[in-house]
């Protein structure tokens, strides 16, 4: 009877113990990245931006800061978009990196290049979540006024909008 008991014990301890035991965390699901957003680095970045005779969008991020995983996924939808008129490219940035070259400030930082020159540049993201929730069709038409160079009356817009860099883009019919 006392080993039933202790058995008995044991058993009840043993699923105590697994109902409290802290769940082990889902994998995160990573998404590629669409095909249309290539990635570049140090070695390849002359070869495919600098070179490159058109416009160039290329994200300067690390996976570390979810600020850079959300600006990543708003330039991968613009390339879903636009993709075959501009090229757009991902920089994973490490954070000893000299930014130096390509004079950065803060992550992300998506540069705007023409046949290889920086043409403008966003640095950062809106901090709250309310301004960051319109910020698509900001930065759909920045691409499209600044990148593709539209200019009718069907890619303009009423607003004026202001760049953490101080780049101010006002749209409109003026």
Same mark, same amino acid.
């Given at each position: ?7 008995? &014990? ?5 699923? #105590?113990?697994? $109902?409290? $035991?802290?769940? $082990? ?19 390849? &970045? ?13 994200? &300067?991020?690390?996976?570390?800061? +979810? ?7 708003? =330039?991968?939808?613009? $390339? ?32 705007? &290049? ?10 950062? =993201? ?7 929730? @319109? +910020? ?5 038409? +920045? ?9 009718? @009356?069907?890619?303009?817009?009423? #607003?004026?909008? #202001?760049?953490?860099? @101080? ?8």
């Amino acid at each position: 009877m006392k080993k039933i008991n202790s058995l008995l &014990f044991f058993l009840l301890v043993a699923t #105590f113990i697994t $109902a409290c $035991a802290p769940k $082990a965390p889902e994998p995160v699901r990573v998404e590629p990245a669409p095909a249309e957003v290539i990635t570049v680095n140090h070695q390849t &970045f002359t070869r495919e931006i600098s070179n490159y005779s058109g416009s160039a969008i290329v994200i &300067f991020y690390n996976n570390q800061f +979810w600020q850079s995983m959300d600006m990543l996924r708003r =330039i991968e939808w613009l $390339a879903s978009q636009y993709g075959g008129r501009a090229k757009f490219a991902k920089f994973h940035w490490q954070v000893h990196d000299d930014p130096s070259r390509f004079k950065l400030e803060m992550l992300p930082t998506v540069i705007l &290049f023409r046949n290889g020159y920086e043409i403008d540049r966003i640095k950062g =993201i809106p901090p709250e979540e309310s301004v960051r929730r @319109d +910020w698509n069709d900001d930065i759909e038409l +920045w691409f499209l006024v600044n990148a593709l160079q539209l200019t009718t @009356d069907q890619y303009s817009g009423n #607003f004026t909008y #202001f760049f953490n860099n @101080d780049y101010t883009l006002k749209i409109g019919n003026y």
